[in-house]
Each structure stands twice: as C-alpha cells, then as structure tokens.
C-alpha cells in the first residue's frame, strides 16, 4: 500500500502537490482508477510484486467476503442521506412521496444483495480450490519421503495460508534492462533529436540528431527538476517514461489551437486569407531586409511548445509561481495577409514564435491591473531566462529568444523600444540556424507537436 501510494502521489497529482515540504497527500479509489487509465501509472502499478491472500482461499465461513456484506449497507444508508438531501433541496416534504424514493433505493440494494448472495453461493465458493490442493501436498509430501530420491527435484507446495506472491510476468521483463544506457554524449541517433525537442525547455536546445554537451546538461536539468532523481546525464529507460509522462501531464492541445493564424476571422481583409498556417509565401515581393526572414513557414516549430510544457511545469513547482497559470496563446501563427492587415512588418510569428498571456490563478485577466499582469509575465520571463537559458533580444545563436519587456531586458544591449512585449510574454526560435529551421520541425496539429511516445521510438533499438 506504501508503494501504490507514492507511485498515485508521486506521478498522477505530482504537480499540484509538488512542494517538498508538504507530507503527501491521501489517494482514494477514484485516484486507483484514474491511476490505471494512464498507461504510465499503469505500468509503475503492474510492477508491483505483492503478498496477498489468493482469491482461490478462504475459510468455511467466507468470513473475508462477507466483509462486503456491510458495505452494501453503509452504501445505501449514504444513498439515502443523499436523496433525502436532493428531497430537501426540491421542497418535497410530503411523506408518501419521501418513503416512495426511500423504498425504491431499499428495492435497489435487495436485488444487489440477492445477487451478491449467490455469487457469494455458486460462484466463489466452488472456485475454492487453494487449501484442498495445499492440504493434499503436504499429505503427499510426508507419505512419499523414503521413495524420493536425489534426482526428483522437490515441489514447492502452496502455502497453508493461503498467501501468495503475485507477479505480473511482462512487467517483470521490464526490470531486467532499466538501468541500461540507451544513449549518451557522442552518439546520434533520430530519437536523440526527439529528445532534444522534447526537453528543450530544461536548458535549451536545437532540434539536432546529436548527443551534445547541452543535451547532457538538459538531461541532467530534467533528472533533477522533473524527475527528482540523480543526475546521471544519460538516457535510460527511466528518462524516456518520465519524458513521456511529462507530455502526458503537460497537454498543450487547447493552446495549439489557440495559436492558429486568425486572419480568416477578418473583415474587409483583400489578401487571401489562410487556413492557421500561411500560404507558404515568401517575403511578398519586398527586398527590404526586415523582410529577409519573411518566410511563412508551413507550421508552427515543435520546440516552442515543448517549451510551453516546460513554463507550465516551472510555474507548477517553482515557489515563486506557483500563483500563476498559462491563461492563453494569444499570438501564435500571424501570416502576410495578418501582418498587412495589422499594417506590422515582424515575420517571427510565422512559425517561430508564440506570445501567451500569464495571470495569477484566483482571478480573471480582466481583474488584474497592467502592473500586476507585467508582475506575471516578468516572473516566467524570469522562467525561461534561468531554466531553458532564453537570452533577451536576438544576438545569440541556437537558444529561445525573448522580447524584452519594460522591466526586463538585455542587462548590457538595454531595450528596443520597438519591440516591447510587457503583458505577454514572447518567445521564439528566430536565432536558430536555417538546419533547425527546416519545414520538418513546422506541424499543423498538437498531435504532430508530441509525435509517437518515445516508449514507443525506443522499442525498435537494437533490433
Ligand atoms: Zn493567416
Ligand atoms: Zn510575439
């Protein structure tokens, strides 16, 4: 029970309850169901071995499953307190009418317990084969000693109490290659460029196939931040399940639609307006160089939601904002017919980056006073400068990129006071080399953002 408890604690509500300091918290039976719906606490709970008493056993009396017995009646008589209360809530006082719901929810319990009465009878009863079987082996085992000789290996009898390991035999397997190296510094492989994506938010990275420093100080960030474990910077099978429960605990799918270019929502617009991702046009036909980066990519860049998932776990475990929440993507994809229309000239919101509204938790955007917004957005600017190693401004190469905002800036370069981002925060991967910046990286779909679990991508090694 102590180990079911940290594995439902520990993952499933890990990120609301994440400060250290806190004792964990109670887990119900809703928290064990939920738990064996998601795959990857389902598979930590399949790995329990346990020692329980075997279905297959019970006494005369079937005294453990007439434990049940009493829980039939405290679920009616809590059954009735809260009809009585919906009864109350209705206004119905008349007594006929009270007795009649009470009677039906009586009626209801009795076919239940009827029922119960003969499982208990025809079902589990018959199938009480343990101590019969137990009982002949041992019987066995005393008459037959003076033949047995060194050859015959000895059968191991079933226990007398009726109590047994139980061991789920494919999660077994798992435990024999955990601690094996999948990848580490010098290698190269497709899935490391997953994992470099993936992760980038927990040091920054580029979308590249290699296994460089950075991806190991990104694994060693993630170990220690999300994971919680030692660091060991190399990739095993316990960082590919915690990357995938990350993504499973992190849903952008409502801020990917969010982000979809707006401008067929436009009136009066004369430019053919797009489906969410541009029209693959580039830089209109102007040789200004503002628009030499014109390019409509044909999507938005993975990285940039990866890092999304990355804020809204800082904000979740980092005590300075822990107040906060990602309230909305609220410029994402902005094509030519967007920018024309704005009468704007910036082409980094084709494709490359996203603007998302922070606010505090306990009340609506429009219950925060501009100061108090910038307060929010300032905190995860502060974010993404400390944990994904975002550099203010755009004189660096292969990290995110921020905008800078009144408060804070480019401590040596200072502002630009044409790009003043202070109620939202923007971040982009404009400085990444043109490699990280083919269409590949651009997706349509949240689905595309997360791709196929790495679980799944690491099967086929070394195959
Ligand atoms: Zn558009
Ligand atoms: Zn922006």
């Given amino acids: 029970m ?8 520990g993952t499933l509500i890990y990120s609301t309850q994440r400060k250290k300091d806190l004792p964990p918290p109670t887990f119900t039976d809703r928290d064990l169901k939920e738990g064996l719906r998601r795959s990857w606490t389902a598979e930590l709970i399949g790995h329990l071995l346990v020692k329980y008493e075997s279905e297959w056993y019970a006494d005369e009396a079937l005294s453990k499953w007439n434990e049940i017995d009493d829980l039939f ?22 007594p006929y009418l009270r007795d009649f719901a009470l009677k039906m929810v009586d009626e209801a319990f009795k076919y239940i317990q009827t029922n119960w009465k003969i499982e208990k009878a025809q079902r589990i009863k018959p199938s009480l084969w343990w101590k019969q079987v137990a009982q002949a082996q041992a019987q066995n085992q005393t008459t037959s000693t003076e033949q047995s000789d060194a ?9 007398a109490d009726g109590k047994a390991w139980f061991i789920h035999p494919v999660a077994m397997i798992d435990y024999f290659p955990k601690s094996e190296i999948l990848f580490q510094k010098g290698d190269k492989h497709e899935i490391i460029r997953e994992i470099n ?17 950075r991806t190991e100080n990104m694994i060693k960030q993630f170990q220690r931040d999300y994971m919680q474990v030692e660091e060991t910077g190399v990739v095993d099978i316990q960082v590919i399940q915690a990357i995938d429960r990350f993504q499973d605990e992190y849903s ?6 969010q982000a979809r270019c707006q401008c067929s929502t436009f009136k ?37 939601f990866w890092v999304l998932r990355s804020i809204m776990f800082y904000i979740d475990s980092d005590e300075r904002c822990q107040h906060l929440t990602v309230e909305i993507v609220s410029s994402g994809y902005r094509c030519w017919a ?33 100061d108090e917004r910038i307060n929010c957005c300032d905190l995860v600017r502060d974010i993404l400068t400390e944990k994904t190693n975002a550099e203010y401004r755009w004189f660096h190469s292969n990290g995110i990129a921020l905008e800078n905002s009144y408060t804070r800036y480019h401590p040596t370069r200072g502002r630009d006071n044409q790009s003043i981002a202070s109620v939202w925060v923007h971040y982009d991967v404009r400085v990444f080399e043109s490699k990280f910046l083919k269409n590949q990286f651009f997706v349509k779909t949240a689905k595309d953002v997360n791709g196929k679990y790495l679980k799944e991508l690491v099967k086929n090694l070394g195959s």
């Fill in 197 to 213: 994506i993936r992760i980038a938010g927990f040091g920054g990275n580029v979308p590249t196939d290699e296994f460089t420093e």
């Fill in 338 to 370: 967007d920018n024309i229309y704005n009468n704007r000239k910036s082409t980094n919101h084709m494709g490359k980056a996203l603007d998302i509204h922070v606010i505090k938790k306990e009340k609506s955007k429009s219950e925060h006073s501009r």
């Fill in 2 to 9: 102590r180990a079911l408890h940290q594995i439902l604690t």
């Fill in 252 to 257: 952008i799918d409502s801020f990917f639609t």
């Fill in 268 to 304: 009066n617009l004369t430019e053919p307006t797009c489906n969410g991702f541009g029209l693959n046009k580039t830089n209109n036909g102007k040789t200004d160089t503002d628009y030499a980066y014109g390019i409509e990519y044909p999507g938005l860049h993975r990285t940039l």
């Fill in 73 to 94: 009646e405290e679920e009616k008589q809590q059954q009735k307190a809260l009809i009585e209360a919906g009864l109350d809530e209705l206004g119905i006082t008349e």
């Fill in 151 to 159: 050859n015959t290996p000895k059968l191991s009898n079933l226990s």
